[in-house]
């Protein structure tokens, strides 16, 4: 039976971050019965889901079709979706915990690790964090290389890497079905990359590439899969786990075929690491050293050196949490210290009332998925603790926005995003057609000013 009366005092929770995480956690927070608790949802972009729709491949339609359930915990009554607002540049943490009784940070793991190797900022060399966000129309994401080379090295051995060299060499008319933002695919379709070698420090054995998308990568028409047998032998004294038994057998039968003369290729190359970028104004190169490793030790160089000719590299070696405003943030890390959830700060001290969730909470691993368990645990305790703490009345965070002129992007202007993104889809015949630039994501988002009775611009980018 519901513990809630009428009289029962209202909660205000803060989640800041959109993605599945902030989302899943609202919806632990608003689909409970011992608090009544009203939940805004903060993010620093005009629209919600996260990597759902800034990460995950645009040609994996099934996992981004979660944003259709995601939408539904948006849609809750008591769920507030405060778009365009970022914490640290329109509000602060004290802000935030002068309005909420409690606040939830699920912003995610949007940098990236780097290789720690010279020539890594020569132009042609980017992060996998700028080529995804990319190539999935981030309104904050130029074209981070100029695809004017035929060969790309990828440094990584997990499914980002496998999304880069897919979405690098596969025919573009089956990316024109995807939601691409159109200068993307005109990127694409100039595009003179034949060739993208995948380079893994260690063996395959130790790859982080689920079986499904290394399937994928192997029957893609007009595309050759490379890989020497020799490198397939298993360590001595190794016993591979059964994701890597099967990734092993996957590789040992593409490494049997004879290539088909396919008009791209895709070379998976392990036990590589990379030393240096070579070039002067761009990339030219990359000069790379074989490595071993024994079973439990870590891998050493093996001294032989080779010089890759490559006009650009791309590094997915690992996303990596950012600081929020004066949050206690572990560098280390890249995560928000945290006991379950319960932020700690620098001497390892509760922080009441604040809290963690996601990819900032334990680091970029895990499906979509694993962050609904993730969020549950951290309102566990949330709860738990909003049991002990005493009801304040709080004013409402949109006072302090409308005195610091920040207007924010409600459900009804992401939606009035959404159906401007299917309807420029339509025109082309796909379901969705992303709008990439900031200029008109905030003018459909934000609609006619309240304050000027103007009718409605027709919500069209150019
Ligand atoms: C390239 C890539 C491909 C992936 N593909 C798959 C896949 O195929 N299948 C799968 O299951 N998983 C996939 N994942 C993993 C999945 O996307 C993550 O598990 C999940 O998105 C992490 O959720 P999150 O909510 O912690 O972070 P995010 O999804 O990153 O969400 C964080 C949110 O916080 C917001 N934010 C950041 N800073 C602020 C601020 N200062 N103020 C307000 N808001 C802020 C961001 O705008 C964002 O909306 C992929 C990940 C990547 C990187």
């Known amino acids: ?94 802000d935030l915990l002068d309005h909420y009784d409690a606040v939830v940070y699920a912003a995610g793991a949007a940098a990236d690790r780097r290789l720690e190797v010279p020539g890594e900022d020569l132009p042609g060399s980017c992060s996998a964090t700028a080529f995804v966000s990319w190539y999935s129309g981030h309104p904050d994401a130029p074209a981070p290389l100029p695809l004017d080379t035929e060969r790309v090295a990828v440094v990584g051995a997990g499914n980002v890497a496998l999304d880069l060299a897919r979405v690098l060499t596969r025919p573009v008319a089956d990316l024109e079905r995807t939601d691409m933002p159109e200068p993307v695919l005109d990127a694409l379709r100039a595009s003179a990359v034949r060739e993208v070698v995948v380079l893994a420090r260690r063996g395959p054995w130790h790859a982080r590439f689920t079986p499904k998308e290394l399937r994928e990568l192997v029957g893609l028409d007009g595309v050759d899969l490379v890989v020497d047998p020799r490198q397939l032998v298993p360590l001595e004294g190794l016993e591979p786990d059964r994701t890597a038994q099967t990734n092993l057998r996957i590789l040992t039968e593409a490494a049997q075929r004879a290539p088909t003369g396919a008009p791209r290729r895709v070379e998976l190359r392990f036990c590589a690491r990379p030393l240096r970028l070579l070039g002067t104004d761009r990339v030219t190169g990359l000069e790379i050293e074989r490595t071993t490793e024994r079973p439990g030790a870590t891998i050493t160089g093996a001294g032989e050196r080779e010089t890759l000719t490559v006009g650009a590299v791309v590094r997915a070696v690992g996303y990596r949490g950012a600081p929020l405003d004066t949050v206690p943030f572990d560098p280390a890390r890249g995560v928000v210290p945290n006991d379950k959830g319960r932020v700690l700060d620098a001497d390892g001290a509760l922080c009441p009332g604040e809290y963690v969730t996601g990819w900032l909470k334990r680091g970029p691993s895990g499906v979509v998925g694993t962050n609904k368990l993730d969020s549950a645990e951290t309102v566990a305790l949330l709860l738990d603790d909003l049991d002990e703490r005493r009801p304040r009345r709080h004013p409402d965070l949109a006072g302090v926005l409308d005195r610091r002129g920040v207007r924010p992007i409600g459900l009804e202007g992401w939606s009035r995003i959404d159906t401007a993104e299917r309807e420029l889809g339509a025109t082309r015949g796909r379901e969705r057609t992303k709008i990439a630039d900031w200029p008109t994501l905030l003018r459909l988002g934000k609609g006619p000013h309240p304050a000027r009775e103007e009718p409605e611009e027709l919500p069209w980018p150019s």
């Open 1 to 94: 039976m519901s513990a809630l009366t009428p009289d029962t005092p209202m909660k205000r929770v803060a989640v800041v971050g959109a993605g599945p995480a902030g989302l899943y956690a609202a919806e632990e927070l608003v689909r409970q019965d011992r608090h009544r608790i009203h939940v805004d949802v903060l993010d620093r972009l005009p629209a919600p889901y996260g990597l759902v729709r800034y990460g995950v491949a645009p040609d994996h339609p099934r996992i981004k079709s979660i944003t259709g359930s995601l939408r539904r915990i948006l849609d809750h009554p008591r769920v507030r979706f405060l778009g365009a607002v970022a914490l640290g540049a329109d509000v602060t943490r004290q």
